[in-house]
Structure formats: C-alpha cells, structure tokens
C-alpha cells in the first residue's frame, strides 16, 4: 500500500516540476532589480551619449514590438511584418570600424544584409537573389548615431539638444534599468502639461558603460504597456569574428548590381509632385497637413497600384482603415492609432498627428 | 550435486536482470512488429517524394519570398543539403508525433490489451525500471524513424543535386562536415521532441487497455495545439504548447546558428517528458499486478 503512494507521490511531484519548469520557460525574461548606479545628470548623460563616436564591436538580437494599432494594409510585402502588431526580432553584428551585417530571419527564410566595408549584400534566401551595391554605408548602419555632426563639442551639442527638447518636454534621468543584461540609465521625455498630444512618454534605456542606446519605448496615455518599443533583447560587447563581415554569394544564386536599386529609387518621381507637407504647431502637437492633388482619392481614380501590381481604389482601403466622419469642417475618413490620428478630407487635405482629433481639425482650419 | 545448488545465491530476493538484456530485449519485441517497420520504412520514403518533386518541378513554379515552409523549397533547388532539415520540419508536424504515439500506445495499452502486461507487472521488477525500459523502446523507435528520414533524405539529395553548394539560408556555403554535423543534430532534436510527446502518449497509454485511445488521444491534442496556436486572442498560451517551438528546427540552416529557439524548445520538451513519465508512472506503481 505504502508502495501505492510513495509512486503517487513521486508521479505528482514530477508533474508539479514539470508544470513549473514549463512555466519558469514562458515567463519573458525577467527585468530583474534595478542596478545601482552612480547618479547622473540628464545634460551628462545626453553629453556622454553625443562624446561616444561610434558603436563598440557588437552582436545582438534587436527586438521590435509595435502595439501601435496600425490598421493591416494589404501589398506592403516584408514592410508589413513591421507595421503589424506584434514583435520582429533582427539580429545585428558591428565590428566596430564601420562594417556590419543584419539579420532578419523569417520562419523559413531569410533576409541577410552585408556590409564588408566596400559593398553591401543583400540576400533573400526566399528567392535565392543577392543585391550588390558599391558604397553607401548608410544602409548597412541605421543604428549608427547619426546626431554626431549636429556640434563639434559634445557638452555644447548637449546643452543644445536639451534646451531644444525642454521647450515642450521635460527630460530627466529616471532611475535604472536592466535591458538584455546590461545596466542602464532610463532617460524620460514627457510632454509639458500644455502638449495636446496622445503620447505620455518616451522612455531612453541608455548603456551605462558604453553609453549606448539600448532601448526606446514610446508610452501612449491610457496605456500601461508601451505602445512601441525597439531595443536590444540580447546584447553581447565584443570582438566579432571577422568572417560575419564578408559575403561570397552561393553559387547559383541570382547577383543584381546596384542598377535595379536605381530603378527601384525613380519610382517615387510620381509623389515628387505633391506639394510640401506644412507642420503646424511646435512640439509634441505639431501636426502634418497636407493638400493632396483633387482626385488622388478620387472616384475614377485606379492608377494607385500596389506591389503585386493589382489596382485599388484608394477611398474603398480608406473606408477600411478608418471610419467615416463629418463636422462643420469637412467631411472624410479618421484613422485612429495608439499614438496618432490621421484626417484624411474628401477635398484632399490630410493631416497627421500624434494628437487627439480636434487638434487636427483645428491644425486644418488654420491652412485653409 | 549439493555443492552446485549451494553455491548458488539464494533467492530470498529477486536476482536482478541487467539492464542492457531488458533493453535488447525490448527493442527486439517492438522491431519485430511488422507495422514498426513498415511505419519506418514509409516515412523515410517521404524525402525521395519531396526531392524527385521538386527537382522535376523544377524552378517553374518558386514563387515570390513566402513565409511558410513553401519558401524552404525554393532554396532546395540545387541545395542537397536541406532535403534531410526539409523533411523532418514537414513530418514532425504530424507524422512522426503519430510515429511516437504508435509505438507508445503498443508500450502500456497494447500489452494490457494482449494480456501480457499482467506478466510484467507481476514480475520482479520494479516499475520504474519496466517503465524506463518502455520509454526507452518508444525513444529508439522515433530515432531510427528520424535517422532513417535524414540519412534518405541525404542520399537522395546528395544523388539529385551533389554535394557542392551546401547554401544556408543565411546565404554562405558551408563544408560537407559542416552541413552533416547540422543534419546530425537536426536528427537528434527532432527525436527528442517527438519523445516528448510521446512521453504523453505513454502516460495516456498507462490508463486504457485500447491502443486506439492513445492514438486518438495524441492526435488531437496535436491539432488543439495547432489550433490553439492559430487564435490570436490565446497568443498568452503559445510559450507553454510544445508546437510553437518546432518552427525553430529551420534554424539549423543558419549561419551563424541561433541557438536560442533550439534549447529553449528542448526545455520545453524536457517539461513535457517529465510530466509524461511521472503520469505514467504514478499510474504503473497503482496498478494491482
């Protein structure tokens, strides 16, 4: 009898460390306690961040989460995992000295970009196709902290930025963080009381050793969870290994030369004619408006086309993205996001803002 | 006379079989059953399919980048390498978990519906060790099943394409070694992985006398999970279902490999197993003999 129970036991015991190993596993990795660190001024830390010139050698996963409520907009192609809510993880190498390699992996396939300090490769294993352009480091580096040419002196460039920033904003060194490991400053922008706007805050995870930004979250009111967020989920500081920065495209793979990304760029010339988008207002409400061209959303307007080159008409997407509004002011669609609105008129006039909506009604009368 | 039935122990308690007869001797029962084999050979025929396929359809119909396993058939072509990944990222879907869950419902249910597990509840061994030497069998059977799918796998690619241009999907050409030592450990996480499930089985397996149970039982909890997967709105529950990780074994194709979907996926499965066997097990030491 004895025997009976000592097996039951034994059995629920290993299902109980079962069940807690499993949720141990799904717990998201921990934030842990904050790191005690020696205080700092939002000014120094703003300075220390513009001194750091370049990026140490680097590998990490970089993780995006967007709950930014975006409408899903079909024909966008790999642009639209990004815009859709939801995490995308890419992973990033640096080696420090300018050449660098990003990742993005999908379930089955895979985009790989290289940039070996003379050439960027770019490999999209979905359909075995490399695109080979001499040049341009900028697109194998959008990370690289580009605020550096703003002022030659760093304590001068800072006092700028916060006292462009503090306009509108308050910014102060809000206590420490852990982010992919690593102990961090979190910087805090907050609109001013009087900013008209959806968003709350916008939080900076600084590195506190190499100074670094890790992470930045944007926070929306009424939201608990940040509404966006893009930093480094696994950080690793230190030499890389060289080959990660080389590429020798497989051997049957398809090569394109910089000439199909020049064609790619001639596309836009059609939005060349629209005319400049004027901002209204300072600061966290500053608004976009915009006149488009009569008829762009026209009735028998079919000549937008999306990437799979089937024509749509752009007022029926509309009428699914947003819904239908009028007021003494006009009459057109409201797309409402987490972080923003957008007025989009049936007379052509758009405005953009990461504000409530009276204050894009009131941004348009004021173009009218 | 007398002096040989002295010298012989005496038998106040048990002599202990070892382990290894039990296991040989386990093995030899489950791969004498013809539908272990036929099962075995079948699913390792399912490379030559997905290989001959492909090459004679050729490049006709690779479409544009696609995110399901479909875009893993476009590097296929003229890429020998990934035929053995390929087919065991399509057949632990399904197949090979209703592998381990065949073998599994013979382990427990089959014997008790033969009458024969009688016999071995009742005989001198401990049923912790009866259930090891079961599991054990079960696990056996799912590598030689995922060893045979690789290894067709390899020779029908290596035979269609040859083995030059070993192309992860991270773009870079990988050495022969390389590329078998990534098939290799392919194979050894996919059997572990459908254990798991296995495990499960067993435990279901423990509880009835009818082997169909079990296999019905696997098999949809195989699909709740695969339904529970697709429904956004139960996305909290995708950490703690053994499915959501197996998208990971693609991962093998990579160059630099990332290791964290693979372990954390094998964590998982070690979770599952360990609840699997202690059902089992609890089940097993309460049965009358």
């Known amino acids: 009898m004895s025997g009976k129970k000592a097996g039951l036991v034994a059995g629920a015991a290993g299902v109980l460390a079962g069940v807690v190993g499993l949720g141990v596993l799904a ?3 921990g934030a842990g306690p904050a790191p005690v660190l020696p205080k700092v001024s939002a000014e120094e830390l703003v300075q220390s961040v513009l001194t750091t010139k370049s990026m140490p050698a680097l590998a990490g996963t970089v993780t995006a989460t967007n709950n930014l409520g975006l409408p899903s907009v079909p024909g966008l192609g790999q642009a639209s995992r990004f815009l859709g809510n939801g995490t995308t993880n890419t992973q990033v190498w640096t080696d420090g000295k300018g050449k660098g390699r990003i990742s993005l992996p999908n379930s089955a396939s895979e985009e790989t970009i290289v940039y070996d300090g003379t050439t960027v490769w770019d490999w999209t294993s979905s359909n075995k196709t490399v695109h080979k352009e001499t040049g341009g480091p900028d697109k194998a580096h959008p990370d690289k902290p580009s605020s550096g040419e703003v002022a030659t002196d760093p304590a001068q460039a800072a006092k700028q930025v916060i006292a462009l920033i503090s306009k509108d904003s308050t ?33 900076i995870a ?7 930004p890790l992470q930045l979250s944007v926070l929306a009111n009424g939201n608990a969870q940040p509404v966006g967020q893009i930093g480094f989920s696994k950080l690793e500081i230190g030499t890389q290994d060289p080959a990660l920065f080389t590429f020798t495209p497989p051997a049957d793979a398809k090569v394109v030369t910089g000439d199909a990304e020049k064609l790619a760029q001639k596309k836009p010339d059609a939005a060349k004619n629209l005319p400049q988008p004027k901002l209204v207002g300072t600061g966290w409400d500053t608004v976009l408006v915009e006149k488009l061209p009569a008829g762009l959303l026209g009735n028998g307007d079919k000549t937008a086309k999306t990437k799979g080159g089937q024509s749509f008409d752009p007022s029926k997407l509309l009428g699914q993205l947003g819904k239908r509004v009028s007021g003494p002011w006009g009459a057109g669609y409201q797309v409402s996001t987490a972080v923003g609105t957008a007025l989009i008129l049936d007379d052509g006039r758009v405005a953009v803002g990461a504000v409530p909506q009276q204050v894009l009604i009131d941004a348009l009368a004021s173009v009218k | ?35 272990t084999i036929i099962a075995i050979v079948l699913l ?15 490049n006709a119909n690779a479409g544009p980048g696609g995110n399901g396993p479909g875009s893993l058939f476009t590097i296929l072509i003229g890429n020998g390498f990934v035929l053995p990944v390929l087919s065991l990222t399509l057949l632990l879907a399904m197949l090979l978990p209703l592998l381990g869950a065949m073998s599994a419902a013979d382990a427990l249910a ?52 040859g083995t030059d241009g070993l192309i992860t999907l991270t773009g870079n050409t990988l050495s022969f070694g390389d590329a078998l030592a990534r098939i290799g450990l392919s194979v050894v996480w996919v059997t572990f992985q459908v254990w798991a499930v296995a495990a499960i089985a ?20 195989a699909l709740v999970f695969a339904i529970l997967t697709v429904i956004p709105q139960l996305d909290w529950m995708q950490p703690y279902l053994l499915t959501t990780g197996w998208t990971s074994l693609t991962d093998v194709l990579r160059d630099p490999m990332p290791w964290d979907g693979l372990i954390d996926s094998t964590l998982k499965a ?17 049965k009358d003999g």
């Open chain 1, 27 to 29: 717990m998201p990795a």
């Open chain 1, 171 to 203: 910014v102060k060194v809000d206590g420490t963080a852990t982010v992919a490991g690593r102990s961090a400053y979190e910087v805090v922008l907050a609109p001013k009381p009087t900013e008209r706007t959806l968003l709350r805050e916008v939080r």
């Open chain 1, 206 to 212: 600084v590195d506190a050793e190499t100074k670094i």
């Open chain 2, 1 to 35: 006379m007398t002096a040989a039935v002295v010298a012989r122990p005496a038998l106040d308690r048990p002599v202990r079989a070892p382990l290894g007869r039990l296991l040989v001797s386990e093995l030899r029962w489950i791969l004498r059953r013809p539908r």
């Open chain 2, 44 to 58: 390792s025929l399912v490379p030559v399919l997905i290989g001959v396929g492909t090459v004679i359809a050729g």
């Open chain 2, 110 to 161: 089959g014997e008790s519906n033969h009458g024969t597990l009688r016999g071995l509840l009742i005989a001198p061994v401990s049923r912790a060790r009866l259930l090891g030497v079961k599991a054990f069998g079960v696990g056996t059977v799912v590598f030689i099943a995922t060893a045979a799918v690789a290894l067709v796998g390899l020779v029908t690619g290596v035979i269609l394409v």
């Open chain 2, 202 to 221: 067993l435990a279901v397996s423990a509880f009835t006398e009818h082997p169909l149970v079990v296999m019905a039982a696997t098999l949809a909890g």
């Open chain 2, 270 to 286: 070690a979770c599952y197993l360990l609840i699997g066997l202690s059902v089992a097990y609890a089940r097993l030491s309460t």
